[in-house]
């Protein structure tokens, strides 16, 4: 079992800068995906950008340079780096992993989901 713990989020204006941060926690040799995904109301999860065990990351076609993904392998941790935010920005934002590797050896091949961190952006 692994538990993803969101922190970062909060009111912010238009145009505004913020950092998400995710830590996953539990006996971890590796995590194939680490990322995140964002839900607002009334609408669909979706991919805002993700980092592949390769190295390889990819966004949300809406993200448009202005989001960076970091991924700190040592720590299997992952910052989200928000610029010029919008009000459709606001949402739930999500940690993500999928397929976990154990130092045991055994694994986990779903997805776990961290619980969430609100995000408005608003004037």
């Known amino acids: 079992q692994v538990q993803l713990v969101e922190s970062g989020g909060g009111l912010v204006r238009p145009g505004d800068s913020l950092t998400l941060s995710c830590k996953v926690s539990?006996?971890?040799?590796?995590?194939?995906?680490l990322g995140w995904y964002r839900q607002a109301a009334g609408k669909q999860r979706e991919l805002v950008a993700e980092?592949?065990?390769?190295?390889?990351?990819d966004y949300g076609d809406f993200v448009k340079g202005r989001f960076t993904i970091l991924r700190d392998r040592a720590k299997n941790s992952v910052e989200l780096q928000m610029n010029d935010l919008k009000a459709d920005d606001t949402a739930v934002y999500y940690c993500?992993?999928?397929?976990?590797?154990?130092?045991?050896?055994?694994?986990?091949?779903?997805?776990?989901w961290g619980p969430g961190t609100q995000v408005t952006v608003s004037s």
């Open positions: 993500h992993t999928e397929g976990v590797t154990y130092y045991d050896g055994t694994s986990y091949p779903g997805d776990s």
């Open positions: 980092t592949i065990s390769d190295g390889a990351r």
């Open positions: 539990g006996r971890i040799y590796s995590l194939y995906r």
